[in-house]
């Protein structure tokens, strides 16, 4: 028994990933432009490389701001489970106690 014919599947449509947008070099434009990009200094005669410029003030105080945050809501977070995690603790030692005093031979009396 079987079904109607299903036409083949089309494959998803392309999407790059961000690491693949960054590490594309630039487009060129087309027009008439074009001419004066071609003209431009080869990057090995232009000089020594200088290193990518440190993020903006502006970004680092905002992951500041965020890592602030995070650490706050992390600390509510423990403050609220001590309570529970003393009692599991007390729980888990006092049958812990509890077992072995139940497996120990009796004490023995005097000679």
């Known amino acids: 028994m079987t079904g109607p014919q299903q036409p083949p599947r089309t494959p998803p449509r392309y999407v790059p990933v961000l690491t693949e947008i960054a590490d594309a070099p630039p487009a060129v434009p087309a027009g008439p432009t074009a001419p004066a990009a071609a003209a431009v200094v ?6 020594p490389q200088l290193p990518p410029p440190a993020p903006p003030l502006a970004d680092a105080q905002l992951l500041e701001h965020a890592l602030g ?3 706050e809501a992390v600390e509510r977070q423990v403050q609220r489970l001590l309570p529970r995690l003393r009692q599991e603790i007390g729980a888990a030692v006092r049958q812990a106690l509890a077992e072995a005093l139940a497996a120990a031979p009796p004490p ?4």
């Open 42 to 47: 080869p990057a090995a005669s232009a000089g």
């Open 69 to 71: 945050r995070i650490d």
């Open 108 to 111: 023995r009396q005097g000679r």
